[in-house]
């Protein structure tokens, strides 16, 4: 009789690119015998994927052999991507994998709170009031009651010295935590499955860059340069590797050797005066553990691991019950007997209910007698034999992220479940229960399961077993731009992830819109078929913006998830179902001129949305718009941070502004400061800042209400800035040469206005714009004035 596991979710760990279960090898038990000995543990709190200091994490970890943890407020959702076009969410995505990746190297445990990086703030008062100060407490002080650190350590001090709001607003709510989790007063409903827990101390980890040095001579100082002769790297190198894993935001590190002084001041609890551990007991003071362990480290042998399994198992059995690293002496029982499992499916996606063929695969290379209890059978497991076992699973839910399940205010993710909150990924995992026995000790394994593959280039590969709705519908575009009472065409694209899958779509529209025909029907035969339909939608009278969202009906059953799947090499293939909705906006857009060039930079959706506008794109390289005739085209837009990507930069420049001098429009969009490829961005000199205007309602002053910007084809007025997300621009030119003529002045609450975020000059026959407002978030949002605006750049130099 078959048997069917109903079983729950994961997202795909990073461990899992290369091998299922990952393998100590005798170094890693070395280490891990080293760690049996010490307790204690440091959590670490910041506010950004690329906060944490990962030198400080590999040292505590393997060098003072304590749980190390990094708590990162954000998954970095606000930031800018230097790998591609995924904003918002989708970026979040990546960087918790790269996080992730990054705790790998240095040993160290992640966690998040449920705060939403909605882009750079300058006060913490401001993150705040975003975020939901409490809300956000709530989840540190969860955390910390979880983790039960002895010390706790912030990155930034409370003030504007950290440089950022999100920063300074960590380093509030880890001091405020610190205290109210040592209060049962404080979060209550917490107590159903945590205590209240008070650390020792909480220290700020002071620094010396960005110009900025907090630290001081009277400090406690802690060397973490040294050398881990078993890791065969020194904690700089290992600390340079782990940061690499950060390729989003372009942070390869060198590696660093020797020397290095980290710096503590303290913040609140018992002062430390000799050791950030000063009071904290880190040895176990059990006279017979203590015997095993001493019998442990001196009788491992590292050609002959299993040898040590006597103790391991002996260990296993004192230590029971009294607070004790217990799955650290699994991990290492396992590791002495050669474990290996592994539960794996033919094939990478199924659809919820669907019932999944599963291969557990084990095997022990060790002489110990070991039996394997799986969900269908019991067998010994001979040495160095694979046992296999083949039977069902199914699954009740999609995989998607648990901070993605329902759409969310700008400040934080909703998440209902108290026993989610802080988890990096989905914490109930679409898994096997495997039972281990020793003899008398039994180990059970949640063995997750995983889609295993051969490429013929990369050899073995394993990816997410993705849990899919029957049928998704995904629509072209994030938002789509209908001039005046024009009808457009909006494209779908259907994916069947089950046999057999007849239904029908309908797309629910904003009041008065029309769409043509009202429903599709779809008859997809087979898994993995795709069908593209498309519907005709006409704007109403009665409104002007609104949304679509589409309704896909299999059996009476309606569903209304699309598909993205995000696939990067460094980071393991991420697949969610977000909600098939997309922004629908009616506007009053003119054009000039049909056929524009896009230089590709850091990556955004801006080249999208210009075909929205109706224009005829092409994309091109830097080495293409160096080769290619520039001059058929009518406008060319560069996009984002392409002069701090890009090595042909100086080498194109001259040609670009040749274009411009021949007649062309040429608009660059905003770069950073630092690391520009070229000083010569434009045709007269102007230089760049870290300066910007957070506040996406910040007034907006028209400094040349009469120049074409503003004027042609489209009457530009401060309605047209009513509407934008996240911010207005950043990195702001300054120092700007008088033969540009500056548009747009503006500034955050209390601080000077700034004019330097849209410069235009006229040069040769042509017109030259550089802009440091943010189009590539409000185009793809479809901000309607953000579109009016963009074309009047684009437009051809006035006479």
């Known amino acids: 009789m078959k048997r069917l596991f109903y079983l729950t979710l994961f997202l795909f760990s990073p461990c899992l690119l290369n091998a299922q279960m990952q393998q100590m090898n005798a170094a890693d038990i070395a280490l891990g015998i080293a760690k049996l000995n010490v307790k204690g543990s440091v959590l670490y709190i910041a506010a950004h994927p690329d906060d944490e200091n990962t030198r400080l994490l590999a040292y505590l970890a393997k060098e003072v052999k304590v749980r190390a943890g990094y708590l990162s407020l954000t998954r970095g959702d606000g930031g800018q991507n230097l790998i591609g076009n995924e904003q918002a969410e989708l970026l979040g995505l990546i960087r918790t994998q790269e996080l992730l990746a990054a705790r790998k190297v240095d040993g160290a445990e992640q966690f998040f709170t449920r705060a939403n990086d909605f882009g750079f703030s300058k006060t913490a008062d401001e993150s705040f009031k975003i975020w939901g100060k409490e809300q956000i407490l709530a989840d540190v002080v969860w955390v910390i009651r979880k983790f039960r650190p002895d010390v706790i350590i912030t990155r930034f001090p409370e003030d504007s ?35 209240v827990w008070q650390a020792k101390r909480i220290l700020w980890n002071t620094f010396n860059f960005g110009g900025n040095n907090t630290t001081a001579p009277d400090q406690l100082k802690l060397d973490v340069g040294l050398y881990n002769p078993l890791v065969g790297k020194s904690y700089g190198e290992i600390a340079a590797i782990s940061r690499t894993n950060h390729k989003s935001q372009g942070f390869g590190s060198t590696l660093q050797r020797g020397e290095s002084i980290e710096f503590f001041s303290s913040v609140g609890g018992e002062p430390a005066k000799t050791s950030i551990f000063d009071g904290v007991k880190t040895t176990i003071d059990n006279k017979n553990v203590q015997s095993i362990l001493s019998e442990i480290q001196s009788n491992f042998k590292v050609n002959e691991p299993w040898l040590s399994l006597p103790s391991l198992l002996k260990l296993k059995t004192a230590t029971k019950e009294i607070d004790f690293d217990h799955q650290l002496v699994d991990d290492l029982i396992l590791a002495c007997a050669g474990i290996w499992t592994e539960v794996s499916t033919p094939e990478n996606v199924y659809a919820v209910g669907d019932s999944i063929p599963v291969r557990i695969q084990a095997i022990a290379r060790s002489k110990t007698s070991i039996s394997l209890t799986t969900p269908t059978k019991t067998v010994v497991l001979e040495p160095n034999k694979l046992t296999n076992t083949d039977f069902k699973v199914s699954s009740t839910q999609t995989s998607q992220p648990y901070w993605l399940q329902k759409n969310h205010p700008i400040g934080q993710y909703i998440i209902e479940n108290q026993e989610e909150v ?59 731009v209908f001039n005046g009472n024009s009808t457009k065409t909006i494209s779908i694209q259907l994916k069947s992830f089950r046999n057999n899958s007849p239904g029908f779509v309908t797309p629910q529209l904003p009041k008065g819109w029309k769409s043509n025909p009202e429903k599709i029907d779809f008859s ?22 609104g949304s679509i969202t589409l309704q896909v009906n299999i059996n009476g059953k309606v569903d209304d998830k699309g598909l993205k799947t995000i696939s990067y090499e460094h980071i393991p293939t991420i697949t969610i179902f977000p909600q098939a909705t997309a922004r629908l906006e009616k506007i009053d857009l003119k054009t000039v001129g049909k056929n524009i060039a896009y230089i590709e930079g850091a990556g955004d959706l801006v080249a999208a949305a210009l075909k929205e506008m109706g224009y005829q794109v092409t994309h091109l390289n830097a080495v293409q718009a160096l080769n290619n005739d520039l001059s058929t085209y009518d406008a060319i837009v560069v996009g984002v941070r392409f002069y701090n990507i890009t090595d042909e930069a100086r080498i194109i420049q001259p040609k670009l502004l040749a274009y411009v001098e021949n007649g062309g429009t040429l608009l660059i969009q905003y770069n950073v400061n630092n690391g520009l490829k070229t000083t010569n961005i434009g045709p007269y000199p102007f230089k760049l800042a870290n ?109």
Do not use: C
């Not at 040592?182 to 945590?194: H, M, N, S, T, W």
């Not at 229960?433 to 073995?460: A, C, H, M």
């Open 422 to 480: 802080g988890n990096p990924e989905n914490p109930k995992r679409l898994s096997v229960k495997l039972l281990l026995n020793f003899g008398s000790q039994n180990i059970e394994l949640n063995s997750p399961v995983v889609f295993k593959s051969t490429d013929p280039i990369r050899g073995e590969r394993y990816q997410p077993l993705i849990i899919a709705p029957t049928v998704t519908a995904t629509l072209s575009e994030k938002a789509y």
């Open 161 to 195: 010295r950290a440089g950022h709001g999100h920063h300074a607003g960590s380093a509030i709510l880890a001091r405020e935590a610190f205290v109210a989790a040592a209060d049962a007063k404080r979060f209550p409903e917490q107590l159903k499955y945590v205590k």
């Open 691 to 799: 300066k910007r205007v957070t506040e996406e309602d910040a007034k907006i002053n028209f400094i040349t209400p009469a120049h074409a910007a503003l004027n042609y084809p489209n009457k530009i007025t401060t309605k047209d800035f009513e509407g934008w997300i996240q911010e207005r621009g950043l990195y702001f030119a300054t120092d700007i040469d008088p033969k540009y003529t500056t548009i747009l002045s503006m500034n955050d609450t209390g601080e000077p206005a700034s004019d330097g975020a849209l410069l235009v000059a006229d040069y040769g026959k042509g017109k030259f714009v550089y802009t440091s407002l943010v189009f590539f978030r409000e185009l793809p949002a479809g901000v309607p004035g953000a579109y009016r605006l963009f074309a009047n750049l684009l437009a051809p130099k006035q006479p």
């Open 524 to 545: 997809l035969a087979r898994k993995g078929d795709e069908q593209n339909i498309s519907f005709s939608i006409t704007p109403g009278n009665e409104v002007s913006s």
